[in-house]
Nanobody
Framework: QVQLVESGGGLVQAGGSLRLSCAFS????????VYWLRQTPGKEREFVAG????????YYDGSVKDRFTISKDNARNTAWLQMNSLKSEDTAVYYC?????????????WGQGTQVTVSS
């Protein structure tokens, strides 16, 4: 049974930092790339960052590049999203997702999401 479980969300002031975790199971870690996406009410889910199957390559949406860092440890079956210099517009529910493709715009598996709220 595949599971992706996000944690680490919460309330933070603008300019602050949060680190999200995505613990995954039920699939072979080095066969799946991991992605972070986010969604705000009334908007479509949007791509934030992706990390390759090996964890060696990453890419980001322009709105978070140089502020967020995605990483993945296959031995620990975990991916992270380090978020620095947070802005109010980063407020959203953040989801991790997995796909055998890298890069990808479609995902085989999803987590349940974790709320990030940035107060200004």
């Amino acid at each position: 049974q595949v599971q992706l479980v996000e944690s680490g969300g919460g309330l933070v002031q603008a300019g602050g930092s949060l680190r999200l975790s995505c613990a995954f199971s039920g699939f072979t870690a080095n066969r799946y790339a991991v992605y972070w996406l986010r969604q705000t009410p009334g908007k479509e889910r949007e791509f934030v960052a992706g990390v390759s199957r090996s964890g060696s390559f990453t890419y980001y949406d322009g709105s978070v590049k140089d502020r967020f860092t995605i990483s993945k440890d296959n031995a620990r079956n975990t991916a992270w999203l380090q978020m620095n210099s947070l802005k109010s517009e980063d407020t959203a529910v953040y989801y991790c997702a997995a796909s055998p493709q890298y890069p990808s715009t479609s995902y085989d598996y999803w987590g349940q999401g974790t709320q990030v709220t940035v107060s200004s």
